[in-house]
Structures are given as structure tokens and as C-alpha cells.
Nanobody, 115 residues
Framework: QVQLVESGGGLVQPGGSLRLSCAASGRRLSIYAMNWYRQAPGKQREFVATITSGGGTNYADSVKGRFTISRDNTENTVYLQMNSLKPEDTAVYYC?????????WGQGTQVTVSS
């Protein structure tokens, strides 16, 4: 079994920043890709960013240049630094981890961008 614990969401004004984190834990665990998705009210869950075990990254066009994904392999933790936030970034953000024990979703953390 793999546990994912997300943190870092909250309320921020447009133009502000937030940093999300997602820590994976489990016995004899090897983490492969680590990803962030988000789901806004009334919309489907959408891809935000991914990072491979080797550090390769990819982003949705809507967040390129504003969001940065990173990971700490010693702590099995993925981060999402979100800058220049816009109201349309408001959503529940989920991490999704591919591991030697399967693929798992985090519980989600709410990000609200509003003045």
C-alpha cells in the first residue's frame, strides 16, 4: 500500500503564489513518474505537470512559464510551485504517482485564486 499526503493549498489573490507538495510513503517503494492534475468545479480532471524519475518535465500549455514541478527523490516528494496565479487556476489539485506498487492518487488540495 502507498500513501500520498498532499499539502499547501489555500486562498490566494490573483498574481500570488502557492507551493503544493505531495509525499509518498510505503515499504520497498520505487517512485517513477510524479504528476499533478487539477479539477475545477463542473469540469473534468486535467493534466497540469509531470516529472520523471530522471527529472524530465512537461507542462500543460495553460501553466507553462508560471508553474514549476520538482521532486526530492530521497523523500519521495513532488512539489508544484505556482506563480502568477489566475482565477482560472482555481481547482482541487491532485498528485498522481506511478510506483513499483502501482499508481495512486492523492486526496486533493483546494487552491482558490480570488480577490
Amino acid at each position: 500500500q502507498v500513501q500520498l499526503v498532499e499539502s499547501g493549498g489555500g486562498l490566494v489573490q490573483p498574481g500570488g503564489s502557492l507551493r503544493l507538495s505531495c509525499a509518498a510513503s510505503g515499504r520497498r517503494l520505487s517512485i517513477y513518474a510524479m504528476n499533478w492534475y487539477r479539477q475545477a468545479p463542473g469540469k473534468q480532471r486535467e493534466f497540469v505537470a509531470t516529472i520523471t524519475s530522471g527529472g524530465g518535465t512537461n507542462y500543460a500549455d495553460s501553466v507553462k512559464g508560471r508553474f514549476t514541478i520538482s521532486r526530492d527523490n530521497t523523500e519521495n516528494t513532488v512539489y508544484l510551485q505556482m506563480n502568477s496565479l489566475k482565477p482560472e487556476d482555481t481547482a482541487v489539485y491532485y498528485c498522481w504517482v506511478s510506483s513499483s506498487r502501482g499508481d495512486y492518487w492523492g486526496q486533493g488540495t483546494q487552491v482558490t485564486v480570488s480577490s
